[in-house]
């Protein structure tokens, strides 16, 4: 997943999508609704006077089933509703029906015509034309029938983003062409990586290995994207090592401290005579290690870990197993978040800062980890376990505001929050729900009796 620019959120923001995709209300929920009415008695006394009844309105809130992350982020690309045919298919089917109308396979990108599709076959085209760091990536993407899907709607504050789940790159629009070629640098990166196995977790995987997974899996892609932009520049053009510069501010991408050390690093390859392939990729390590120093990138990636983390809390997961496995996400994966094709991984003995230093300068961050990582705890081993008491003490000393806080609340906040155009973090959200608690809304007056809809035969 490639975190937007900042420059494209705020941009963003005036074209907020207004549409929102919703279910299609069955028959079953708008009878729901007036759950007052469905006992024998209120049913009596509708039967009774039903002239004076106005009909139940459908109702605003009923249970939503949960969609799949990624036939969500179709729906909310696609300009109507589901049709009651495309309803009917199984998720499967669904799947197959949304990638066939928003995707094509990179193998078949030189006999693409669709206009949609245009700006990502051109951003493929450039990539195979960048040897050492560009052309394996667009290799590995024809071999594995790799589907990229133009999206113009995207979560708020991603890009683009690669989704393992299904194999597929959700390529968002990058209003500039070396933005696209660089976001879909980033993206088959992932593709890589999971072909690795890196981009699974288990439930029995401590919070650390988790974030250790997250953060290394996407300071590797950044770093590509360096050593992408720079043999550009190599070849003669130079736009896209200056769009790395510009795009933003204050980020791992802009530092002008990482485009010295890459620079510097590279040159200092070649001077000891290296090959340009091998001092690009010597590059990328010393950029792969400096992503974790920005504090935007952080907090972008630890918010993604966490919401991904507080998701298996609400769904109670952490409840299937009592076993907690540390140090999963060892060196050994570490070494292979660079591997691309049959080339050297450029992240080989690559170093990532220690937990604690990855909240430094957010308390509120670490908080909120600390918070989630206390009911997973509670989740596995029970609320009486000694190692719980030990972290709620360790917590209540740490003046923790977020323990005890109430999951399955945070992480409904969390699923709205996603498709809204703006990024907010998870500490964000959870300080919403606790002012709400501390301010609760007076209770809705209840509501007038109704007249329920009639069941549709097939209901
Ligand atoms: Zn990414």
Not at 244 to 249: G, I, P, Q, T
Not at 343 to 361: H, N, V
Not at 386 to 406: C, L, Q, W
């Amino acid at each position: 997943m490639k975190r937007r620019s900042l420059r494209e959120i705020f941009n963003s923001r005036a074209v907020k999508k207004a549409h929102r995709t919703t279910l299609a209300l069955a028959g079953a929920a708008i009878v729901a609704s007036c759950t007052t009415l469905q006992s024998d008695s209120h049913l009596a006394f509708a039967d009774q006077r039903p002239a004076v009844l106005a009909p139940c309105p459908p109702d605003t809130a009923p249970p939503k089933p949960k969609l799949a992350y990624a036939e969500e982020l179709f729906r909310q690309n696609d300009s109507a509703p589901p049709s009651e045919a495309v309803l009917r298919m199984s998720p499967e089917e669904r799947m197959q029906y949304y990638m066939k109308k928003f995707c094509f396979e990179a193998h078949t990108a030189a006999n693409d015509n669709d206009p949609r599709d245009q700006a990502v076959v051109a951003a493929l085209n450039t990539l195979s034309n960048v040897t050492f760091m560009g052309k394996p990536l667009v290799d590995l993407a024809d071999q594995e029938h790799l589907r990229l899907c133009a999206l113009r709607h995207m979560p708020a504050g991603t890009a683009a983003q690669y989704l393992a789940s299904d194999t597929f790159v959700a390529a968002g629009q990058n209003a500039k062409k070396q933005g696209q070629v660089l976001d879909l640098a980033h993206e088959i990166t992932h593709a890589a990586q999971d072909k690795q196995g890196l981009l699974r977790y288990g439930y029995v995987w401590d919070i650390e290995s988790r974030v250790r997974r997250n953060l290394s899996t996407e300071a590797a892609p950044v770093a590509l994207e360096f050593a992408v932009a720079y043999e550009k520049k190599l070849s003669g053009d130079d736009s896209y090592w200056e769009y790395l510069k510009k795009h933003d501010a204050n980020t791992a991408y802009t530092s002008a401290d990482n485009h010295k050390l890459f620079e510097d690093t590279y040159n200092a390859g070649v001077a000891q005579g290296a090959s340009q392939n091998d001092a690009l990729r010597a590059g990328a390590r010393a950029i792969f290690e400096r992503v974790f120093d920005s504090d935007d990138w952080r907090n972008f990636y630890l918010t993604s870990e966490l919401n991904s983390y507080i998701e298996d809390i609400a769904n109670g997961k952490f409840r299937l197993f009592t076993e907690i496995h540390r140090g999963v996400f060892d060196q050994d994966e570490v070494d292979k978040a660079g591997k691309i094709g049959s080339l050297p991984s450029f992240t080989e003995g690559a170093r990532l800062p220690a937990y604690a230093a990855l909240f430094r300068g957010s308390q509120k961050m670490q908080w909120a980890y600390e918070a989630a990582d206390i009911e997973r705890h509670r989740q596995a081993l029970g609320a009486d376990h000694a190692t719980v008491r030990a972290m709620e003490k360790r917590a209540a000393d740490n003046k923790n505001p977020y323990t005890g806080i109430d999951f399955a609340e945070v992480n409904r906040r969390l699923g709205d929050v996603r498709w809204s155009s703006r990024f907010q973090s998870t500490w964000q959200v959870m300080d919403e729900v606790i002012k709400d608690r501390a301010n609760p809304k007076p209770a809705p007056a209840p509501a007038a009796p109704c007249l329920p809809a009639p069941k549709p035969p097939s209901a």
